[in-house]
């Protein structure tokens, strides 16, 4: 019985999972409005729950039969059509018919919940902001996945990086079987906290079965819950539940991952999955590194220096723990695209960092692509990062941070059409990741193409509105289209002073309203002259002032600026376009003309 009193309960959810985990049936009702958490729906699933309504008990009984009858067969008995009531004044010797009446209601009532698994829709979910994938929608593969992050069932519900973490690695093991499309973990990730229905996720990231469950850490105990649904007819393929000391974690996610891949029917190579490369059998430092993937991935200066704590105490404890150091040198690389270090000094570290991690760890393709990456900012060696990201495809096509510096160094070298392959490639397998679609609507906008560029930044927009670059880009393809009042409004809904200042001076100055372009000009110097010339040379080279514009992008170059390998194409830098200076500088550039 289901009530608000209920459903805030420690103790019922206990017995839900405790039935649930014995494979007891349930039946729910629910006796009033309460909202049922997320893991209460995880673990009615199979049965579903009824709501009892206005109408009370009596009411809710006739329209349970009602609705039994509506999906019994011809030919097959059914029950008097008269709305169902208990006499209150009925006499002991008819209390056996009326038990044997409520029993027949009671397995009426389950076969219910079973045709409505199968027969009915599931409950709606409370109206959700809409996730929009970038494009193509590829047709859906039988042979494909989403691992949903698990919910931390612990009592104190202090264990979320645990449930994160154990969802990541079933994610990366399963990643490793061949003939599996498997969605990376920023798609997968992005429902956490989101009350939306499995089929509607499912559409959106275009896989055909979804993993589900539960962690709860007791002591030195954990128990995992895990149940894999294909979602064409939400069919429970399999489902387990795993009772394991703490310290045998790794062997309980490979188990996790095998039975799952036999029951998906994947030939697996080699025999079992095994633990992902560049690992650590340490649990210390383990939990360590699960602890900084959440602030990794929330990309603000605070969060990345607390995934930088966390992974140097983890490649402390085992220095031989690979993908600990290669998520340090990402931390290292993000801080300084964000501007939070200089790129020397931010690339600098994450060089020695990956090569670092490729010494105890040769085949992580992660490292390979932050290598990758290095090479194109630091050094414009353009040859060197396509090796890098060739060693870094040679070792696993699918992995979405090689597949993303690959796009870069293609898009840097005027590669249009091998650059959107790359980025499309990458939102395959990872189709909510926002990177791979802000750096798709960027190759839409330096390859000219305006209309899928603002296309694409809306989508991203639609997404995440917060995202640090979607209006500054989006701002720029609807200066480019023509419409300079539209673009203004636009950027001038970001709330971040530094990323308007990137383009609010020449968006005042194509408005006419020159005085306060003057003056944002003053302050984008003042704020970025020192860390991304580059930006600064874009707003001389709009005003046509070639030699300022000029002088500012040499002033780039010493800085090794991050926005250097995007100048091919910009269309702000488009009167430089026949100065022999330009062109002298896109040679010392190695970039086509």
Same mark, same amino acid.
Request: cysteine-free; overall charge neutral.
């Given at each position: 019985?289901?009530?608000?009193?209920?459903?805030?309960?420690?103790?019922?959810?206990?017995?839900?999972?405790?039935?649930?985990?014995?494979?007891?049936?349930?039946?729910?009702?629910?006796?009033?409005?309460? &909202?049922?958490?997320?893991?209460?729906?995880?673990?009615?699933?199979?049965?579903?729950?009824?709501?009892?309504?206005?109408?009370?008990?009596?009411?809710?009984?006739?329209?349970?039969?009602?609705?039994?009858?509506?999906?019994?067969?011809?030919?097959?008995?059914?029950?008097?059509?008269?709305?169902?009531?208990?006499?209150?004044?009925? &006499?002991?010797?008819?209390?056996?018919?009326?038990?044997?009446?409520?029993?027949?209601?009671?397995?009426?009532?389950?076969?219910?919940?079973?045709?409505?698994?199968?027969?009915?829709?599931?409950?709606?979910?409370? !109206?959700?902001?809409?996730?929009?994938?970038?494009?193509?929608?590829?047709?859906?593969?039988?042979?494909?996945?989403?691992?949903?992050?698990?919910?931390?069932?612990?009592?104190?519900?202090?264990?979320?990086?645990?449930?994160?973490?154990?969802?990541?690695?079933? @994610?990366?093991?399963?990643?490793? &079987?061949?003939?599996?499309?498997?969605?990376?973990?920023?798609?997968?990730?992005?429902?956490?906290?989101?009350?939306?229905?499995?089929?509607?996720?499912?559409?959106?990231?275009?896989?055909?079965?979804?993993? !589900?469950?539960?962690?709860?850490?007791?002591?030195?105990?954990?128990?995992?819950?895990?149940? +894999?649904?294909?979602?064409?007819?939400?069919?429970?393929?399999?489902?387990?539940?795993?009772?394991?000391?703490?310290?045998?974690?790794?062997?309980?996610?490979?188990?996790?991952?095998?039975?799952?891949?036999?029951?998906?029917?994947?030939?697996?190579?080699?025999?079992?999955?095994?633990?992902?490369?560049?690992?650590?059998?340490?649990?210390?430092?383990?939990?360590?590194?699960?602890?900084?993937?959440?602030?990794?991935?929330?990309?603000?200066?605070?969060?990345?220096?607390?995934?930088?704590?966390?992974?140097?105490?983890?490649?402390?404890?085992?220095?031989?723990?690979?993908?600990?150091?290669?998520?340090?040198?990402?931390?290292?690389?993000?801080?300084?695209?964000?501007?939070?270090?200089?790129?020397?000094?931010?690339?600098?570290?994450?060089?020695?960092?990956?090569?670092? &991690?490729?010494?105890?760890?040769?085949?992580?393709?992660?490292?390979?692509?932050?290598?990758?990456?290095?090479?194109?900012?630091?050094?414009?060696?353009?040859?060197?990062?396509?090796?890098?990201?060739?060693?870094?495809?040679?070792?696993?096509?699918?992995?979405?941070?090689?597949?993303?510096?690959?796009?870069?160094?293609?898009?840097?070298?005027?590669?249009?059409?091998?650059?959107?392959?790359?980025?499309?490639? !990458?939102?395959?397998?990872?189709?909510?990741?926002?990177?791979?679609?802000?750096?798709?609507?960027?190759?839409?906008?330096?390859?000219?193409?305006?209309?899928?560029?603002?296309?694409?930044?809306?989508?991203? @927009?639609?997404?995440?509105?917060?995202?640090?670059?979607?209006?500054?880009? @989006?701002?720029?393809?609807?200066?480019?289209?023509?419409?300079? !009042?539209?673009?203004?409004?636009?950027?001038?809904?970001?709330?971040?002073?530094?990323?308007?200042?990137?383009?609010?001076?020449?968006?005042?100055?194509?408005?006419?309203?020159?005085?306060?372009?003057?003056?944002?000009?003053?302050?984008?110097?003042?704020?970025?002259?020192?860390?991304?010339?580059?930006?600064?040379?874009?707003?001389?080279?709009?005003?046509?002032?070639?030699?300022?514009?000029?002088?500012? +992008?040499?002033?780039?170059?010493?800085?090794?600026?991050?926005?250097?390998?995007?100048?091919?194409?910009?269309?702000?830098?488009?009167?430089?376009?026949?100065?022999?200076?330009?062109?002298?500088?896109?040679?010392?550039?190695?970039?086509?003309?």
């Amino acid at each position: 019985m289901l009530s608000q009193q209920a459903v805030t309960s420690a103790h019922v959810g206990k017995e839900i999972e405790r039935a649930s985990s014995k494979r007891r049936r349930i039946i729910a009702l629910r006796t009033d409005s309460a &909202a049922l958490p997320r893991a209460f729906e995880y673990f009615l699933s199979e049965s579903q729950w009824i709501d009892v309504g206005s109408g009370g008990i009596e009411a809710g009984a006739a329209k349970l039969v009602d609705a039994i009858r509506s999906h019994l067969t011809p030919g097959t008995s059914s029950l008097p059509a008269k709305t169902l009531a208990v006499d209150r004044k009925v &006499a002991p010797s008819q209390w056996r018919w009326v038990a044997i009446a409520s029993a027949a209601v009671v397995a009426m009532a389950f076969a219910y919940f079973v045709a409505s698994r199968f027969l009915l829709p599931r409950h709606a979910p409370a !109206e959700q902001p809409t996730i929009t994938a970038a494009p193509p929608t590829a047709a859906i593969i039988d042979k494909s996945i989403a691992v949903l992050p698990f919910t931390d069932m612990s009592e104190k519900h202090d264990q979320e990086y645990m449930s994160d973490g154990i969802a990541e690695e079933l @994610l990366n093991l399963l990643a490793q &079987a061949p003939g599996l499309k498997v969605i990376a973990r920023t798609s997968s990730f992005a429902f956490k906290g989101r009350a939306v229905d499995i089929a509607e996720i499912a559409k959106k990231l275009n896989v055909a079965h979804v993993l !589900e469950g539960s962690v709860r850490k007791s002591g030195s105990k954990i128990r995992i819950t895990a149940q +894999l649904i294909r979602t064409a007819d939400s069919t429970h393929l399999w489902s387990e539940t795993f009772d394991r000391p703490l310290k045998d974690i790794f062997a309980v996610q490979d188990e996790i991952a095998g039975a799952i891949a036999q029951a998906l029917q994947i030939q697996l190579a080699g025999g079992e999955l095994s633990h992902r490369k560049g690992g650590t059998q340490s649990l210390e430092a383990y939990q360590l590194y699960l602890r900084a993937l959440g602030p990794s991935n929330q990309n603000t200066g605070p969060s990345l220096d607390v995934a930088g704590a966390y992974l140097e105490q983890a490649v402390k404890i085992d220095p031989g723990f690979g993908l600990a150091w290669s998520q340090l040198a990402w931390v290292f690389s993000i801080k300084a695209d964000n501007g939070f270090t200089s790129a020397t000094e931010g690339y600098g570290r994450a060089r020695q960092l990956a090569q670092h &991690a490729l010494q105890v760890s040769p085949d992580l393709a992660e490292a390979h692509g932050i290598l990758e990456a290095a090479y194109l900012v630091l050094d414009h060696n353009w040859e060197a990062a396509e090796q890098e990201g060739q060693a870094a495809l040679a070792i696993d096509r699918s992995n979405w941070g090689a597949l993303n510096s690959a796009g870069r160094l293609a898009r840097a070298l005027g590669r249009w059409d091998e650059a959107e392959r790359q980025f499309q490639l !990458e939102l395959v397998r990872d189709p909510l990741n926002t990177y791979g679609i802000w750096n798709l609507g960027l190759t839409y906008y330096v390859a000219g193409r305006f209309a899928d560029s603002e296309r694409v930044f809306r989508q991203l @927009l639609k997404l995440q509105p917060d995202f640090a670059w979607v209006r500054r880009g @989006l701002a720029k393809t609807l200066l480019a289209q023509g419409k300079p !009042e539209e673009a203004l409004a636009e950027v001038q809904q970001e709330v971040d002073e530094g990323e308007r200042l990137k383009v609010l001076p020449v968006l005042l100055q194509a408005v006419g309203r020159q005085a306060d372009a003057d003056i944002a000009l003053q302050a984008q110097t003042a704020l970025w002259g020192d860390r991304r010339a580059s930006v600064v040379a874009m707003t001389y080279a709009y005003r046509g002032d070639h030699d300022h514009a000029l002088e500012w +992008l040499e002033r780039a170059y010493q800085q090794k600026d991050i926005g250097l390998p995007i100048i091919v194409g910009e269309p702000l830098l488009k009167n430089l376009a026949d100065d022999p200076r330009y062109k002298a500088f896109l040679r010392k550039m190695n970039l086509p003309e």
